[in-house]
């Protein structure tokens, strides 16, 4: 079957092919174009399912609607949520805008991966890229700084600028936990001293900020465990170690959700009753359903709430407005010392019955 062209249309709705052009361009309105011939015209194209071709409109027009999303290759487990989120957010938020978007995955592989992006980002005529930068390559940033095209960074955790970008969206990690802190009953009110010993679960990176809270409230009783993975299984044999010889334990707090089942269990295994003798506190709630079931009082990421960021911030810099206009209505809004204007949203407590709360 052969392609519907624009004359095709024109012929259909009975007008001149440059009237089709106007309309689908969405400048009919600004052209003084009859409201029934706008109709006209997009019915006829709706009617021979008439798509423009992108390329050769963009070449016309000088401008590109295609935005790529460069992301870090993150491990299956417990990412998949994550990668979930930030891609369907992405592209439903950008197609909403009248863009599309071009997903690109940056992983650690070396010069092989980095050719295929460069060719691919080389090659392709973009209006702008977005860019995730909490696991990026170093390459990125030099080869991102030569396109000459406008460029967000976005980053789930509290990162900084890398000095390629027009603007970074960044999640402040500690604020939940703060809040969570602030009305935890192992938390002296008045001095923010935690009673007892705090231990942070940490997983196979370690370059998040969401355990700082934790540390300054409980000082020299807080320990930081780094373990290989994110199975709940290694979460559980530390957890059942770590509270079999040291019974002052009164918080386990985790990097991230997946690791809670285990630490419930070690919990139940020692009979430590959560949260009466063993506050537990998660990070995350990207599986609402199991944490819900577990009663894990946990820490909401805002993912979804920085993507929408990232996706206005660039659409932004493309149209020629303020990087950071009407951004997100939570965000705070600085400069970095190097100019880069950063909007950064904080994450939330999500209370439900394992951490003690105070009456």
């Known amino acids: 079957m052969e392609r519907a062209t624009r004359a095709d249309v024109a012929r259909a709705a009975g007008v001149a092919p440059s009237t089709v052009s106007l309309v689908l361009n969405g400048r009919g309105r600004d052209v003084k174009i009859a409201p029934a011939t706008i109709d006209r015209v997009k019915q006829a194209a709706r009617e021979l399912n008439y798509i423009p071709n992108a390329a050769a409109r963009s070449l016309r027009r000088g401008k590109s609607h295609l935005i790529a999303l460069l992301m870090a290759e993150l491990p299956d487990d417990p990412f998949v949520p994550v990668v979930h989120t930030v891609l369907t957010t992405a592209m439903i938020d950008i ?9 690109l995955f940056q992983s650690g592989d070396g010069a092989s991966d980095a050719e295929v992006i460069r060719g691919v980002l080389g090659d392709t005529q973009l209006a702008g890229i977005i860019r995730e930068t909490t696991s990026a390559e170093a390459f990125t940033s030099r080869l991102l700084a030569n396109l000459g095209i406008p460029v967000v960074a ?58 700082n809270p934790i540390a300054s409230a409980f000082g020299t009783k807080f320990t930081l465990y780094s373990l290989p993975d994110w199975e709940p299984t290694t979460a559980y ?18 990097a991230d959700d997946s690791q809670a089942p285990g630490v419930f269990q070690a919990a139940a295994d020692l009979d430590r009753s ?11 709630n990207q599986d609402h359903r199991s944490a819900s079931t577990l009663g894990l009082t946990t820490v909401e990421w805002p993912l979804k709430d920085m993507t929408e960021a990232a996706v206005t911030s660039i659409i932004n810099v493309i149209e020629g407005h303020s990087p950071m206009t009407d951004v997100h209505p939570s965000a705070s809004i600085n400069d970095a010392p190097d100019g880069t204007p950063i909007a950064t949203i904080p994450t939330r407590p999500v209370w439900r019955s394992s951490v003690a709360r105070r009456a």
């Open 95 to 103: 197609q909403r805008r009248g863009y599309l978007l071009l997903p």
């Open 237 to 254: 044999q530390a957890a059942l170690r770590l509270l079999d010889e040291d019974p002052s334990i009164s918080l386990i707090a985790l």
């Open 154 to 211: 976005m980053s789930m955790i509290e990162a900084d600028p890398t000095g390629s970008e027009s603007s970074l969206i960044r999640i402040d990690e500690g604020a939940g936990v703060r809040d969570v802190l602030s009305d935890c009953a192992l938390v002296d009110p008045a001095t923010g001293t935690g009673s007892g010993r705090a231990v942070f679960l940490a997983g196979p990176n370690t370059n998040h900020a969401r355990q």
């Open 274 to 284: 959560v949260p009466a003798d063993l506050s537990i506190l998660g990070f995350g």
